[in-house]
T-cell receptor
Framework: GAVVSQHPSWVICKSGTSVKIECRSL??????MFWYRQFPKQSLMLMAT?????????EQGVEKDKFLINHASLTLSTLTVTSAHPEDSSFYIC?????????FGQGTRLTVV | LAKTTQPISMDSYEGQEVNITCSHN???????ITWYQQFPSQGPRFIIQ???TKVTNEVASLFIPADRKSSTLSLPRVSLSDTAVYYC????????????FGTGTRLTIIP
């Protein structure tokens, strides 16, 4: 079946630095990918829709200058958390539709210290 | 997108059948109902999807009444490894539609 892969699975970074998370569709092309954030014991919250070849669409309340999204190819979207702070520590998950079904990456645990 | 309502949590003993119901009163004509399972520190995993009546696969069954305003995920003979959060989502089956997650149901299986 279709697979969506995220890298890295976890990352620890210092406050003020930037972190890039990659999301790849391994055996299908995805013109659209989605980025979610999940805090402990909470549901997934949609952050933005990543569109290949165009600007991402951000959900209300998500800072587009802080969470930079690049969807440079049909199989790769990246989320860069810029000038990370401890409150950005969370579990980030991407997804893409392979046909009519949504597939999710394994998630990236970001810890900002 | 139709909003969904599920119980926040459920407990069950090993070996029992577990039924989790989801309400989606505003479901649209072209909407499908999809259930996902999520383990801690993992992305959600597809369980089952249906439009009406009953759908069954190797891991679960999905029951959808005629009015489609609710659906029930049935897990037969649960084991400890079924402890997870289960999400019910409603949306059209055409791909590229952003999925909005509700609270989900935290299922705990007791030995």
């Amino acid at each position: 079946g279709a697979v969506v892969s995220q890298h890295p699975s976890w990352v620890i970074c210092k406050s003020g630095t930037s972190v890039k998370i990659e999301c790849r569709s391994l055996d299908f092309q995805a013109t659209t990918m989605f980025w979610y954030r999940q805090f402990p014991k909470q549901s997934l919250m949609l952050m933005a829709t990543s569109n290949e070849g165009s600007k991402a669409t951000y959900e209300q309340g998500v800072e587009k200058d802080k969470f930079l999204i690049n969807h440079a190819s049909l199989t790769l979207s990246t989320l860069t958390v810029t000038s990370a702070h401890p409150e950005d520590s969370s579990f980030y998950i991407c997804s893409a539709f392979g046909g009519a079904e949504a597939f999710f990456g394994q998630g990236t645990r970001l810890t900002v210290v | 997108l139709a909003k969904t309502t599920q119980p926040i949590s459920m407990d069950s003993y090993e070996g029992q059948e577990v039924n989790i119901t989801c309400s989606h009163n505003n479901i649209a004509t072209n909407d499908y109902i999809t259930w996902y399972q999520q383990f801690p520190s993992q992305g959600p995993r597809f369980i089952i999807q249906g439009y009406k009546t009953k759908v069954t696969n190797e891991v679960a069954s999905l029951f959808i009444p005629a009015d489609r305003k609710s659906s029930t995920l049935s897990l037969p003979r649960v084991s400890l490894s079924d402890t997870a959060v289960y999400y019910c989502l409603v949306g059209s089956n055409f791909g590229n539609e952003k999925l909005t997650f509700g609270t989900g149901t935290r299922l705990t299986i007791i030995p």
